[in-house]
Every structure is written in C-alpha cells, then in structure tokens.
C-alpha cells in the first residue's frame, strides 16, 4: 500500500498573495493530478504530470502554475489569490495498468 | 472534447429502498476504463468501481454497474442502501487526462 500527503491541511491567504501547496506520494507512480474541488462542480483537473518534469495544463490551469521536481512530489502554486475564494485542492496519483485515481485528503484554501 | 454527464446533483432515498445513479459519457477513445469513487463527508475519494469491459457487471460493497458502450452509460446502482451509503459518487473516465462528472450527493433517511 501507498499514501498521498497534502500540506497544508489548512490554507489562509490575502488577496493577490502567492500560496503553494505541496503534495508526496510513496507509491512510486508515474501520473500525478491537481483538481480543485467546488460544491455543485465536481472535480476540475488544474495540471498533471506525467512523469518527473513533465506538466500539462488541465482545463482549469488560469491563474496556478505546478512543478514536478522529483517522481514523488507535485507542487501547486497559486499565482495570485482571489478575495473570498474558497476551495479544496485535491492531489492524486494514478496506478500505472488499472487507471485507479488514489486522492490525498486535500487542502482547504479560505482567502480573506 | 470528452465529457461524463450525472444528471442528479442530490438523490435522496429511504434505507433499505434501491438507487440508481446516472452517468453517461462522450469520448473519442475505443479503449478506455470507467470509474465510480465515493467520497464521504470530510475524507478523501476513493475507488467504488471500475469496469473497462462492455456489458460485463462489476461489483463491489453491495454496489454494481455495467458499462453500455452502446448506449455509452455507466450507471451505479443498489438494490438497498443503508445509512453508511450517504456520501458524494463522482463517475469519471480514466484516461492520462480524466474526466469527472459533477457528482451526485446521495441522501439516505431513516
């Protein structure tokens, strides 16, 4: 078995500042996604990669840049933040063979 | 561009009595797997089910869907739910580049 963390749990930021949020996996995958999720939207996939190096926009890449150092690490930065925003971020590796998503617990962005 | 539809954003049901869950999509791939996770309240989504194979029922917690490439659904349903069932179902197409639909939160009441 295999674990997804996300930090920060919790993410307070002021309008127009640059926050970053950081995920690790241990399952040696290859694919690694951001989605925000929004209430009554579903899952919007922001950036992927499919391997280390590799970024490819989502349908939601506007206003947020992503970085893959290494195979186990996915950052995702918000470039400027929204005043009243408020958002979970969700990261996920995804099974090489059986396609199988496995999600991190989230971060949840709260912007003043 | 490809797509995955649920038509109910919130179903609410009476324990014991069946559900049905609505998911139907459009893409350009022949070969491509298609997934229910579940979320429940303040956890993460995980894995309900997975089917790539057509008209082939697959199962799993009591829940069951079949692919219909023909009719391109993937509908999730129980024959009787329970309280523990309450939670948020994402259908999703699994490709490098995925595709979920918006969710149906599910209800279940005593």
């Known amino acids: 078995g295999g674990i997804i963390t996300q930090t920060p749990k919790f993410l307070i930021g002021q309008e127009g500042q640059k926050l970053t949020l950081k995920c690790q996996q241990n399952?040696?995958?290859?694919?690694m996604y951001w989605y925000r999720q929004d209430s009554g939207k579903g899952l919007r996939l922001i950036y992927y990669?499919?391997?280390?190096?590799?970024?490819q926009k989502g349908d939601l890449s506007e206003g947020y840049d992503a970085s893959r150092e290494k195979k186990s690490s996915f950052s995702l930065t918000v470039t400027s933040a929204q005043k009243n925003e408020m958002a979970v971020f969700l990261c996920?590796?995804?099974?090489?063979?059986?396609?199988?998503?496995?999600f991190g617990p989230g971060t949840r962005l709260l912007v003043l | 561009g490809d797509s995955v539809t649920q038509t109910e954003g919130l179903v609410t049901v009476t324990e014991g009595l069946p559900v049905m869950l609505n998911c139907t999509y459009q893409?350009?791939?022949?070969?491509?797997?298609f997934f229910w996770y579940v979320q429940y309240l303040n956890e993460a989504p995980k894995l309900l089910l997975r089917?790539?194979?057509?008209?082939k029922r697959t199962e799993h917690q009591g829940f069951h869907a079949t692919l219909h490439k023909s009719s391109s659904s993937f509908h999730l349903q129980k024959s009787s739910v329970q309280l523990s069932d309450s939670a948020l179902y994402y259908c999703?197409?699994?490709?490098?580049?995925?595709?979920f639909g918006k969710g149906t939160s599910l209800v279940v009441h005593p």
């Open positions: 996920a590796s995804r099974a090489t063979g059986d396609d199988t998503q496995y």
């Open positions: 399952f040696n995958h290859d694919t």
């Open positions: 990669s499919i391997t280390e190096n590799d970024l």
């Open positions: 893409t350009a791939y022949s070969d491509v797997a």
């Open positions: 089917s790539s194979t057509d008209n």
């Open positions: 999703a197409q699994g490709n490098y580049k995925p595709t």
